[in-house]
């Protein structure tokens, strides 16, 4: 076997023990590489570097005083990602770091404290291990134990001093901060330029539970912060602003940021006047920074959860934050670096962001996309901080591994699982028997967060209930189960949390118990102990800080995340069934917090007398009744007076008498706006026969023998809309299928409308099994002539089986393959009208409507089809007969038999918050049937009268 050719790295300032450290490794009969300026000089240094270390089966660093900086960070770098990139052993390259008398190992950066550490100095022989570990390309690997304590964070992100524990995505992280600064590997440090291969914007992108945030705490900032990016950015010294998140007042947020950490002494700080400025200039965020800038060093920017400027921001503030950061980064002067992490399904919502995605489409920003830790990563972030510890995970590390297979948030529920074996541990042992017999990394979770609000129900009463409106709270809700977590200020978090009297003290208490700080009757809670559910966001920031600067947010995602479908339901399961059962329970109440706090933004947006007519109407302060928004808010101002005037028409309803007086109280009751009290007298006079009664109109559909597609055949299209994370490809009707008709059939010419549901619910009052009626629709009180919504699919069937009695003709749902057939009205492009969605066809995300992601229009709005059919194309999706196949099967032709094993139905059509590629006449999607959806609505078919 060759002997191993070794790379030495060393500061020139240690040159003298770098020429007898080589002496003595050739004395060990191994050869050694010494730059002699050699790589360093000239433009191509970066590729002379790696070659030099390609050729290389050993990498020696020498740390003195110096520590690890500029050319030797570079050196470093590569070697690390030599030894952490290949999945072969074999093929690392193994490093061995030598500390002289004079080097200070705290400042050794954290991805080196993995390997031992070996002491020498001039004169001295070399130790045996680290000869014999040379000879046999094998690692020294720190086994000495200094970790004192867990070594698990759970489901708490990592942070800059949790640097020495993060394992796992050390590789990942070495990957993101080459796209920082230069992206040329031919330039030296001091050559570089400013220029579009100059990146100064990296954005962190992937799934929930991924593991951004930790990657650029834990592992991207303690690395810059010793100047590992200096040979692509030409920056060695850093200023790293404290980390913030955009929250609802992104540009305070930014205020807050800039101070804390641009001045040292508190009575320097004027947030107060930042705000000011960053509101009044676009300039401000540059000019500031320039005013502390330094030769040789730059100031990095970290914004954590960016999704939060689309999901919480003040629309005004995120406009402003938009147009500071794209100023900032512009601007050669200001040597700003900003990191950003965002979750991936909310890509499609920086055209919210006029500025900034200009730098996107420029590439000016670069995008790291995180992927699935590995199964070695996770490995690593189990095994490695054990060893730290003098932990034995032996038994419970092949079974992690397998339970985490698959699984895109494998990391949170790990490090969870780890934590609390590592509380029942035995010795220094974690127990695989316990392991099991907790269900694993979910069922660890779930058993844990059960427990706790038990102890919590036990001191104190009704704890349990209060403790999950808190969490409810703190959940955007998403119809398709995919939640996100909801900021709330502490303000109204103790409301939420403080039972039907909204007692701010009892909420308190919630919250710091949820949050690790105090036990319920006031007592501490055991230092590492049990899982926390809530992290007070703003303490880290202000050491004495007042309510208006703190916000309540859930630990991690995981809480509220899906694991998977239940195969015997087909309904989702969350990793904590008992929060994601109770959010589902409570879906509806996410869609009220948003109206509420649009009506209440409309609301103060109007004139004195205005807002007397934009209060919340009985219907809706009944659905507004669980809610809790904070004291002195806009919405809870809005609620206080809307209950006021309440009362008043509450005093005025008992004033009314006789007919007039029943119709109103109808309205009120149902939450109709007081206009629908004209049209309760029109339902009347059409149950008496004075009035036409408000039956679909119907248009009979062209029938053919012939087969014609169903679904789309256009593969790149279906990839790119795969690859852009839209939708997966079973829901836009990839790949096609042939479809025939079986008989001639009559569709309804327009969507079912509210005037005609309502009336079919009115004239079935008294009934056995009356109807109700359904939700006004989104966004706005309007009814009458509007698409109707929030008609689930066995609601549709009563409906159905009314209007056959009332007419005598046979109605039913159409099929997909009798739907599609008619809404493509004959054509076969993309939209029945063309290739390109265009302007103003249809009612969806960017239809180029007035009615597009706000509002569902009045039906027969757009132009009709060449069939004469009306609003096939986005408003409202509109629910088949037919049963949910992930592809076509043949079942498509047919409607879903009674004792059908699915619960789920096929809808087309697209809607009015839907992207424009469902609107397309080939995109499916799938619902629950007796669900009931704002943007789901019915089109009726008529048999054929033909015997």
Known sequence: MAEPHIFLSYSRTNLEAAVALRTELEKAGFTVFRDEDSIRA?????????????????????????????????????????????HDDALRLPIFPILLPEGDLTKLPPFLSLFQIQRWQTG?????????????????????NTFDGCPFLGLSAFQPEHANLFFGRRGETLDALKLLGTLRDDVRPDHIRVDKQYCRWLQIEGNSGSGKSSLVNAGMLPLIQQGILWARTGYEHWHILKPMMPGEKPLQQLAEVLEHSLLAEQHQRDIG???QSLLADDKALALRLRDFKQDGKAFLLVVDQFEELFTFSDPTEKLAFDRQLYTALQDKDCPLFVVSTVRIDFLEHFEQLPCLKELYRQRLCERYLLPTVTQRGLQEAIEQPARLAGLDVSAVTTVMLNDAKGEPGALPLVENALRVLWEQREGNRLSGELYLSKGGIAGLLEEQADALLALLDRDLPKGKADALELLLSLTRINDEGRHTRRRLPLGE???????????????????????????????????NGSLRLLTVVGEER????????????????????????DEASGKLVGYWKTLYDYIDKNRERGFYRDQLARQAKEWQGKSAW??????????????????????????????????????????????????????????????FPPGYMLEQQKFRLMNWGLLAEPLPEMVDIPFTTDAFQVGDSDADWADAIVKAGIKESNNIGFPATQGTLQEPFALGKYEITYLQYDYYVWSQQGAEKSPEYPGNAPNENGRGQRAVVNVSWNDAQGYLQWLSTKTGDVYRLPTEVEWEYAARGGTTTDYWWGDEVGQNNANCLDCGSQWDNKFVAPVGSFKPNPFGLYDTAGNVWEWTCSEWKTDFDGSEGECAKPDAASNRRVSRGGSWNGHTVFSRPSARSRYITDDRYSTVGLRVLRASRTP
């Open 542 to 565: 202000n050491p004495s800080p007042t309510d208006s600067v703190l916000s309540v947010d859930l630990i991690h995602e995981t809480l509220i995340r899906a694991k998977g479908k």
């Open 42 to 86: 000239g433009d191509s240094w970066m590729e002379r570097l790696q070659t030099a270390l390609q050729g290389c089966s050993a990498f020696v660093l020498l740390y003195g005083r110096e520590g690890v900086r500029r050319w030797v960070g570079a050196e470093v770098q590569y070697a690390l990602s030599r030894n952490l990139s290949p």
């Open 273 to 275: 006047k930042r705000y």
């Open 493 to 527: 978090a103790r409301l939420a949390a403080g039972g039907r009297k909204a007692d701010p003290v009892r909420g308190q208490k919630i919250i710091d118990y949820l949050s690790g700080r105090l036990e319920p009757d006031g007592s501490n809670r055991k230092a």
């Open 610 to 671: 205005g807002r007397w007519f934009s209060l919340a109407g009985w219907g809706e302060l009944r659905a507004y009744r669980k809610l809790r928004p904070e004291r002195g808010s806009v919405d809870e101002r809005f609620l206080r007076r809307s209950r006021r005037m309440a009362w008043v028409q509450g005093g005025a309803l008992a004033l009314l008498l006789g007919f007039v007086g029943e119709s109103y109280l109808w309205t009120l009751n149902h939450g």
């Open 124 to 144: 001295e022989a070399l130790p045996a291990t680290l000869i014999d570990a040379i000879q046999r390309k094998s690692e020294l690997l720190d086994d000495s």
